[in-house]
């Protein structure tokens, strides 16, 4: 599975992004499909989560209520909408796929078994 992310940008506070990231494959409506995030100097931290069917989702605190996760298993793809975005925001997006057991997903980056190339996200305050 090849995991293509784009969407990232240079934004103002308070502004919106959407993040796609697109899968190679047919297996994509079995995994469990999560967001993380690197700002620069810090360690890679989980965003969001959804489930295979998109019935479960997860989110970091720090993003809950202005982040949105989504996906379209017919497009092979996942979303992020960001609305709200602060300059804490600003980080290197990387979306993630966990073909662990069916029907769970984890917030565990260990847990995931392919990555994306991430896409940068610059929130200007």
């Known amino acids: 599975v090849q995991l293509q992310a784009s969407g990232g940008g240079l934004v103002e506070a308070g502004d919106s992004l959407r993040l796609s990231c697109t899968a190679s494959?047919?297996?994509?409506?079995?995994?469990?499909m999560g967001w993380f995030r690197q700002a620069p100097g810090a360690e890679r931290d989980f965003v969001a989560v959804?489930?295979?069917?998109?019935?479960?989702?997860d989110y970091a605190d720090s993003v809950k209520g202005r982040f949105t996760i989504s996906r379209e298993n017919a497009k092979n793809t996942v979303y992020l909408q960001m609305n709200g975005l602060k300059a804490e925001d600003t980080a290197v997006y990387y979306c993630?796929?966990?073909?662990?057991?069916?029907?769970?997903?984890?917030?565990?980056?260990?847990?995931?078994?392919?990555w994306g190339q991430g896409t940068q996200v610059t929130v200007s305050s």
């Open positions: 993630a796929a966990d073909k662990g057991p069916y029907g769970s997903w984890s917030k565990i980056q260990s847990d995931y078994d392919y």
């Open positions: 494959g047919r297996t994509f409506s079995r995994y469990a």
């Open positions: 959804i489930n295979w069917s998109g019935g479960s989702t």
